[in-house]
Structure formats: structure tokens, C-alpha cells
């Protein structure tokens, strides 16, 4: 598969689809599942309701946003890959956060959430034939390829697993 061109995907979101290395967004999604529950393995609760500033969301709020919003990419995917030319809405990150119920899950639970979630996205982008990849739909009012979709989910991912590795962990007091 080749990488995606800027004119397959909205330009917000470029930063996540530089962010993938080479143009096997397929290897990559599948590392990460394994990188995630790297990740959180040996995790504490207490760690999982850590928020490093004011405002932000704790850990488990942002995996659990890392998981709602790759649920939605692969839905958009989904339905351009199947020449869907319906426009798919939008949807507000914080409101999703907001409503997810995170604070009350373990974060255990959310990471293998997560792993399940991304195993059935690789299952869905495995079964895609050649010709779907490049197929254009509209999702939040902006022309994207399934192509682009999947290397955004694998670019949204990191995007979100640096934020922890660089901003949450290190800054988490250790009793």
C-alpha cells in the first residue's frame, strides 16, 4: 500500500499521518496493540487517574477518548470502503470524554479494550480489497480516502501515546 497523499485527507489532519513510518499502516496498527499494552502493563489505578495539569484529562480519559475515536475512523472507513457516499458527521472529542465513564473503569480494562478494538479495526482493514483503499468519502465535511483513514488512526494513536510517554508518566509522583 502506498502512503496517502495531503489531497486524500483534511489538513488537521496531516501532524497523525506523518507521524506513520514507511507505508505498511498495517504492521504498524498491529505494533501498536502490542506498544499499548506495553504501555499500561504494571500500571497503577492511581496512575490511570493522573492528570498532569489543570483541565487535562487523566490517563484513562485519554485512552478511552484513544479508543472511542479509533471506533469511529474505522466506522468512516467502513462505509467509504463500501461506497458509502453519505457525509459522516463530526463528533466532539471533550463531549465523548466527557460522557465515556472512563473515571470508573480500570485501567486494565480500558487497555484491553483497546487491544480489542484495534484487533477488530485490523480485522476490518484486512478484509478491504485493493480498489476500496482509494475510495473518497466526506467525514466532518472534508474529502478523505480509507487509505488516509487508516493511517490516521494509526497517527492518532501515537499522537496520543507521545503525549503519555512525554507529559503524563514522567510527571506522575511515585509514593
Given at each position: 500500500?502506498?502512503?496517502?497523499?495531503?489531497?486524500?485527507y483534511?489538513e488537521?489532519?496531516?501532524?497523525?499521518?506523518?507521524?506513520v513510518p514507511?507505508?505498511d499502516?498495517?504492521?504498524v496498527?498491529?505494533s501498536?496493540?502490542?506498544?499499548m499494552?506495553?504501555?499500561?502493563?504494571?500500571?497503577?489505578?492511581?496512575?490511570?487517574?493522573?492528570?498532569?495539569a489543570?483541565?487535562?484529562?487523566?490517563?484513562k480519559?485519554?485512552?478511552?477518548h484513544i479508543?472511542?475515536?479509533?471506533?469511529?475512523?474505522?466506522?468512516r472507513a467502513?462505509?467509504?470502503?463500501?461506497?458509502?457516499?453519505?457525509?459522516?458527521?463530526?463528533?466532539?472529542q471533550d463531549d465523548f470524554?466527557?460522557n465515556g465513564?472512563?473515571?470508573?473503569?480500570?485501567?486494565?480494562?480500558?487497555?484491553?479494550?483497546?487491544a480489542?478494538?484495534r484487533?477488530?479495526s485490523?480485522a476490518?482493514?484486512?478484509?478491504?480489497?485493493?480498489?476500496a483503499w482509494a475510495?473518497?468519502?466526506?467525514?466532518s465535511?472534508?474529502?478523505?480516502?480509507?487509505?488516509?483513514l487508516?493511517?490516521i488512526?494509526?497517527g492518532h494513536q501515537?499522537?496520543?501515546r507521545?503525549?503519555l510517554?512525554?507529559?503524563?508518566?514522567?510527571?506522575?509522583?511515585?509514593?
Amino acid at each position: 500500500m502506498k502512503r496517502p497523499e495531503p489531497t486524500e485527507y483534511a489538513e488537521f489532519y496531516a501532524n497523525y499521518v506523518s507521524k506513520v513510518p514507511g507505508n505498511d499502516v498495517l504492521s504498524v496498527l498491529e505494533s501498536q496493540r502490542l506498544q499499548m499494552l506495553q504501555l499500561f502493563a504494571g500500571r497503577s489505578e492511581r496512575d490511570g487517574s493522573f492528570r498532569y495539569a489543570p483541565g487535562k484529562w487523566t490517563v484513562k480519559e485519554v485512552l478511552g477518548h484513544i479508543t472511542d475515536t479509533e471506533r469511529i475512523f474505522t466506522y468512516r472507513a467502513l462505509r467509504i470502503a463500501r461506497g458509502d457516499r453519505t457525509p459522516l458527521p463530526g463528533f466532539e472529542q471533550d463531549d465523548f470524554v466527557k460522557n465515556g465513564g472512563f473515571s470508573e473503569r480500570t485501567l486494565v480494562g480500558l487497555a484491553e479494550e483497546f487491544a480489542l478494538v484495534r484487533g477488530a479495526s485490523l480485522a476490518l482493514f484486512r478484509s478491504f480489497p485493493e480498489d476500496a483503499w482509494a475510495r473518497r468519502g466526506v467525514a466532518s465535511q472534508k474529502e478523505v480516502t480509507t487509505r488516509a483513514l487508516a493511517f490516521i488512526t494509526a497517527g492518532h494513536q501515537m499522537h496520543h501515546r507521545i503525549i503519555l510517554e512525554e507529559r503524563y508518566f514522567p510527571a506522575i509522583p511515585r509514593a
